[in-house]
């Protein structure tokens, strides 16, 4: 009988090639960035999820890296330039290219042979900030069918709010400050700015068009007031369906922003739905 990797160990997972976990570093501009890769039991070569956090990174989402693993899926988990001990400066569009810049190491021959990963069986998510980079960096990717975002932000459909309403912008600065106060290197405003300058860019809904084409799963939580649906998703969601999305699937869960009621739930959800891609060969 099948376990259930959310909630049960798979402990006929050892032999010549048990699960591990790992750090690493690769770089990204030429800045080492610092990350974890959990490697799924067997040969292989396995299945990947490249697993994006959040701003500032406090929850990496490790508990879903572990029940990903334990589904058969390699995971790689690293912060962005700036952050956690990577080196750089964080920015929005570092963030970006930092995701690119893991894609290309795990695709990579070294990467391929020496995690067991498969280049061509590739899926990106991520949670709030993550969840844009996923999106976003998926558009970007003809070959990267399939991408997960829960709890997701739209930046760029963020900024046009925050750029006509000051008092938005004001309390958004306000709740960033406590985040940015863990790094040195980090001022809010300036990072609200790059986010209105660079808004056509980081709009999702910009890119409804090649997100149409793909499989895309969107999990919301009921109660997020950071990134509430009615903003972040949604207008995305219409936007992909007018484009003519038929791979679209929308949940929501009863939550606030971090799931933190609901990890289970999150990560079953997460895992049924990775249970059913069907990868190109």
Known sequence: MPIDPAIEDNINS?????PTMMPLKFFSAGYKLLGTFLNAAGEGPHKT????????GNETNLDIAHALRRAGWNVLVFHYRGLWGSEGNFSWSNCLDDVHAAIDFIVSKESAERFRVAPNKIVLAGHSMGGFAALRTSADYSELEHAASFAG???GYFAKLISVNSEFYDLSLERMQA???IFSNINPAKLLDEMIT???NFDLINFAGELADKNILFISAKYDTLAPPE??????INAMKKNGADRLIDLEIDSGHSFS????????????????IKFKE
């Open 14 to 18: 050892s032999g010549d090639y048990p």
């Open 198 to 200: 660079c808004s056509a």
């Open 231 to 236: 903003i972040h998703s949604l207008p995305l």
């Open 261 to 276: 009621n609901s990890r289970i739930k999150l990560t079953k959800m997460l895992i049924n739905w990775l249970d059913k």
């Open 179 to 181: 985040n940015a106060e």
């Open 153 to 155: 932000f739209n930046f």
């Open 49 to 56: 999820v490249i697993l994006l956090h959040g701003f500032p």
